[in-house]
């Protein structure tokens, strides 16, 4: 029999929520310094308790006080305090938050006076409006201005023109109100392609590489030969087909490797020159510094022990502390016998500001520390690396997070999207985690370094016969790694190495 109707049950199960003060710390630690900055100035904006400025005056540190409520009548808020006191010393001593205690202001290499980034950005005119300025050059009708106007809106991060001629004929028509043809587009998009960068608005690599050919001002050598190889035989030309494209065109080794040099010096992606790496919004500055003070000898002639210096950038993150105006309005609020609800209400909203300054102060300093402790633990165990620039040990973030006691989602936290600076170079902190794998004898060495011996190992082949996976495999055994072809083709791919067809090459 079926059985209907609505039943009731019972469920006990464990929840782990997080407070208001957890999320806080969760979300600033996986900031990086510069959105931290940010984040900073908005909290100053919104919390007018909070204010930048280091204490004058040095307060004896009291023991922490703790906000006590009463029961809320109908008419009236909570009561601030019971006592109505706040330990301002408290406060005021314990709150303050001074970044030169984690290696901040004027110290590190990109430290100091930072007064320049509050200057406006230098203004770049994009590739769009170029190509814009270039059209109104040309001898064009309306109609013709039109079609330009489509096609360059219609140019991809790459600068090709992929889209159907057919649906800017359409757009036109139905948009402008003017017909035109497919012939017309065609021959507006020849003309802009003519333009600076040569060969935009292409349809494909090919019709791009035969613009740039045709527009050379010179005539090097190779030039008419490469033209005709791209327009007659792209296919063999695109698989590298040495043989056959030498038979095809009849022509020697020299006069191949001359057409295929030629080819060589042209941008198969003429549009990433308007998209180029903005320094502005794509600049890195460095969460930490990191280097390696070399042993010295004292007066005595004994050699002392060399050390490590780190720091945390924190260049541009101002101090912080609790407004001692604030205690002044406290102060004035107590005085006052008859406690008015508006009096109530202001020392209501006194104590929730100060309570959200402090989280904040707190979170930013459990921040600093966390990094600091983060990163002197990655220091201990890739000595080698931050000594010698190499070296680099095998390590996951479960090594970090067991040996500072935090949880490994923390730490995935901690290095996502923070870089330091070393003597080496600026790397990103999850460049110094991989897998390990197995040497002959028994020693485990780094996935990075395998993925490094199989770039030098590529890069140091026959470029006429380039090796094969399972030859790569060889030569690394022979070097002493144990590692299977599949995973020398993952790592080939991961370093964006071609297959060995397409890495061959005519010497």
Same mark, same amino acid.
């Given at each position: ?18 407070s ?12 990086p310094t510069?959105a ?5 100035k908005e ?13 004058e005056?040095s307060?004896?540190?009291l ?15 909570d009561?601030v305090?019971q006592?109505?006191e706040?330990?301002w010393?408290?406060?005021?001593q314990n ?5 030169e205690n ?13 007064s320049?980034r509050?200057?406006p950005?230098?203004?770049?005119e994009s ?9 109104s050059l040309?001898?064009l009708?309306e109609?013709?201005?039109?079609i330009a ?9 790459d600068?090709y ?9 359409d757009?036109?028509?139905?948009n ?7 012939e017309?587009?065609?021959?507006v998009?020849?003309q ?7 060969g935009?608005?292409s349809?494909?690599l090919?019709?791009c590489?035969?613009v740039?050919l045709?527009?050379?001002e010179?005539?090097?050598?190779g030039?008419?030969m ?5 327009r ?6 695109e698989?590298k087909h040495?043989?056959?494209l030498k038979k095809?065109l009849?022509?020697?080794n020299?006069?191949l490797?001359a057409a295929?040099?030629?080819?060589k ?5 003429p549009?990433a ?7 502005t ?7 930490f510094e #990191? +280097?390696y ?5 004292? @007066? ?5 022990? $060399?050390?490590? &210096?780190i !720091? ?11 407004s001692p105006h604030y ?9 006052k ?11 209501s ?5 100060i309570?959200?300054?402090?989280w904040?102060?707190?979170s930013?300093?459990?921040?600093q ?7 002197k633990?990655i220091v201990?165990?890739q ?12 390590m996951?973030l ?16 901690v290095?996502?999207?923070k870089?330091v600076?070393?003597?080496?170079? #600026? +790397?990103?902190?999850k460049?110094?985690?991989? @897998?390990g794998?197995e040497?002959?004898? $028994?020693?485990? &060495?780094? !996935?990075?370094e395998?993925?490094?011996?199989v770039q ?6 026959n470029k006429k016969k ?16 144990k590692v299977a072809r599949r ?6 791919k991961?370093?964006?190495?071609p297959?060995a067809?397409?890495?061959k090459?005519?010497?």
């Amino acid at each position: 029999m079926i059985k209907t109707g609505q039943q009731m049950n019972q469920k006990q199960s464990q929840q782990q929520r997080l407070s208001p003060q957890q999320i806080q710390y969760i979300k600033l630690l996986q900031l990086p310094t510069i959105a931290l900055e940010q984040r900073i100035k908005e909290e100053l904006e919104e919390n007018p308790v909070l204010e930048e400025g280091k204490q004058e005056e040095s307060l004896e540190e009291l023991e922490n006080s703790e906000w006590e409520t009463e029961t809320k009548n109908d008419d009236e808020l909570d009561p601030v305090d019971q006592n109505e006191e706040i330990d301002w010393d408290e406060f005021m001593q314990n709150t303050e938050y001074d970044s030169e205690n984690y290696g901040g202001g004027g110290g590190g290499s990109y430290g100091g006076n930072d007064s320049w980034r509050d200057l406006p950005n230098p203004y770049h005119e994009s590739l769009l409006e170029e190509l814009e300025q270039q059209v109104s050059l040309l001898n064009l009708d309306e109609e013709q201005k039109l079609i330009a106007d489509q096609i360059l809106g219609s140019l991809d991060h790459d600068g090709y023109f992929r889209r159907e001629i057919e649906a800017v004929v359409d757009n036109i028509a139905f948009n402008q109100g003017t017909l035109t043809n497919e012939e017309e587009v065609e021959k507006v998009r020849k003309q802009i392609q003519r333009l600076d960068p040569p060969g935009i608005a292409s349809r494909d690599l090919r019709d791009c590489l035969l613009v740039q050919l045709e527009m050379m001002e010179d005539e090097p050598e190779g030039k008419e030969m490469a033209i005709k190889m791209l327009r007659n035989h792209w296919k063999l030309f695109e698989k590298k087909h040495f043989s056959k494209l030498k038979k095809k065109l009849d022509i020697d080794n020299d006069e191949l490797k001359a057409a295929f040099d030629c080819i060589k010096g042209l941008d198969p992606k003429p549009g990433a020159v308007g998209n180029a790496v903005d320094d502005t919004k794509n600049y890195i500055e460095p969460d930490f510094e #990191v +280097y390696y003070q070399p042993a010295e000898k004292d @007066e005595e002639g004994q050699e002392k022990e $060399g050390d490590f &210096v780190i !720091s945390l950038n924190n260049g541009n993150v101002p101090p912080l502390r609790i407004s001692p105006h604030y205690k002044e309005m406290w102060d004035d609020l107590k005085k006052k016998k008859k406690k008015s609800k508006q009096t109530k209400e202001t020392k209501s909203f006194i104590k929730n500001k100060i309570e959200s300054a402090q989280w904040f102060i707190d979170s930013i300093r459990q921040r600093q520390n966390t990094l600091m402790n983060t990163m002197k633990t990655i220091v201990a165990l890739q000595e080698d690396f931050f000594k010698h620039g190499e070296g680099l040990k095998p390590m996951i973030l479960k090594d970090i997070a067991e040996r500072v006691n935090l949880d490994i989602s923390t730490i995935s936290r901690v290095v996502n999207g923070k870089y330091v600076q070393t003597h080496f170079g #600026v +790397y990103e902190l999850k460049y110094f985690f991989s @897998e390990g794998i197995e040497t002959d004898s $028994g020693e485990e &060495v780094s !996935s990075r370094e395998v993925k490094n011996a199989v770039q030098d190992i590529v890069d140091n082949e026959n470029k006429k016969k380039p090796l094969s996976d399972q030859e790569i495999v060889k030569k690394l055994k022979d070097k002493g790694y144990k590692v299977a072809r599949r995973t020398v083709s993952k790592y080939r791919k991961k370093l964006n190495i071609p297959v060995a067809r397409l890495r061959k090459q005519i010497i």
